[in-house]
């Protein structure tokens, strides 16, 4: 647990440890051991890191990557990775949207049981980048896609092409930071995302790509 620690997200590690914890426990109760050792484990500090979304280009290179590997379900895989970039749904989301939501000009993602995170159903408009991979998911009925996630597809490309490590739900960050850096506000943008708090979370989050993006906005000030 102290070596994979340094390596995976907080959230996991502790959550991690807190099974290991547990399952010691049974093992004294069963009358196995006397003692737990992985109570003497300290939870790891969570610590906000700033993290860094790969430029257009090194996406771009990214879902190429995928694709070219040819394997069953390589397109299907970077098409969902563009389907999150492109519109910010979740991961969850996205395995159960149904072609009927997907309309002309806008997503609906619906709330209820297997729906949204909060069950309240929401409106995504379409951009131009998500349109091409829509035109190729127009079959009538059914899921959008078959695959449950891209996580080994996208895992493994970055590894290959020496991109810093991203989850699938990096995706969704990564198209509330294009968001931003375009000029959409962030209650506008936690409004796509699902969020209920007027961009509260979203500015909080994505405060610095505001900061960033101005800092590189300011060196074409001219006097």
Avoid at 74 to 94: H, K, L, Q, T
Avoid at 201 to 206: E, K, S, T
Wanted: net charge positive; hydrophobic share 35%.
């Amino acid at each position: 647990w102290e070596k994979i620690a340094k390596t995976y997200h907080t959230t996991f590690v502790n959550n991690l440890l807190s099974s290991l914890v547990a399952v010691l426990e049974l093992q004294i109760d069963a009358g196995y051991r006397k003692t737990n050792p992985a109570k003497n484990l300290k939870r790891v500090k969570a610590v906000e890191k700033i993290k860094r979304m790969p430029s257009p280009e090194d996406f771009s290179m990214l879902i190429n990557h995928v694709r070219l590997q040819k394997k069953r379900h390589s397109n299907e895989s970077a098409d969902f990775m563009e389907w999150i970039a492109y519109c910010g749904m979740r991961p969850s989301e996205v395995m159960e949207l149904n072609r009927e939501d997907v309309g002309v000009d806008r997503i609906t993602v619906r709330g209820g049981e297997s729906g949204t995170k909060n069950r309240r159903e929401r409106m995504i408009p379409i951009i131009e980048a998500l349109e091409p991979i829509i035109r190729k998911k127009r079959q009538p009925g059914g899921k959008v896609f078959y695959i449950k996630t891209p996580r080994i597809a996208l895992r493994n490309a970055c590894k290959r092409l020496e991109i810093d490590h991203m989850r699938v739900y990096d995706l969704r960050h990564l198209f509330a930071t294009r968001c931003i850096e375009s000029g959409v506000d962030f209650a506008t943008v936690g409004k796509w995302l699902g969020h209920s708090d007027g961009g509260s979370l979203a500015a909080r989050v994505y405060g610095h790509v505001r900061d960033e993006h101005g800092l590189q906005l300011a060196k074409k000030v001219k006097f």
